[in-house]
């Protein structure tokens, strides 16, 4: 069992820069990929990013390829989201999501495992 909290959400100006922190409890943190997804409201749940439990993949989705990036400190057993260059759109509550398949960098949210409780991104224009 794995719990994840998320934390670093807030309201931004467009243009501005947020890093989203993914905290999970337990020691088998290291043999998870894990995910960042986002939900903006009368939307379904959409793939934003991914990372292999080594680090050695990553994968993201278009629309934010080249502005946000994904990390994990697995000695911290934390996933991090640093997003740049945030647009009005980007809005949305982000969850991120734990895959113990670790070898992949799945966008299907039905592939993850574990997820946490979410923390909202508001970008004004």
């Known amino acids: 069992q794995v719990q994840l909290v998320e934390s670093g959400g807030g309201l931004v100006q467009a243009g501005g820069s947020l890093r989203l922190s993914c905290a999970a409890s337990?020691?088998?943190?290291?043999?998870?990929?894990m995910g960042w997804f986002r939900q903006a409201p009368g939307k379904e749940r959409e793939f934003v990013a991914a990372?292999?439990?080594?680090?050695?993949?990553?994968n993201y989705a278009d629309s934010v390829k080249g502005r946000f990036t994904i990390s994990r400190d697995n000695a911290k057993n934390t996933v991090y989201l640093q997003m740049n260059s945030l647009k009005p759109e980007d809005t949305a509550v982000y969850y991120c999501?734990?895959?113990?398949?670790?070898?992949?960098?799945?966008?299907?949210?039905?592939?993850?495992?574990?997820w946490g409780q979410g923390t909202l991104v508001t970008v004004s224009s």
């Open positions: 999501a734990a895959d113990v398949m670790s070898w992949r960098t799945s966008t299907t949210p039905d592939h993850y495992d574990y």
């Open positions: 337990g020691r088998t943190f290291s043999l998870y990929s």
């Open positions: 990372i292999s439990r080594s680090a050695a993949n990553t």
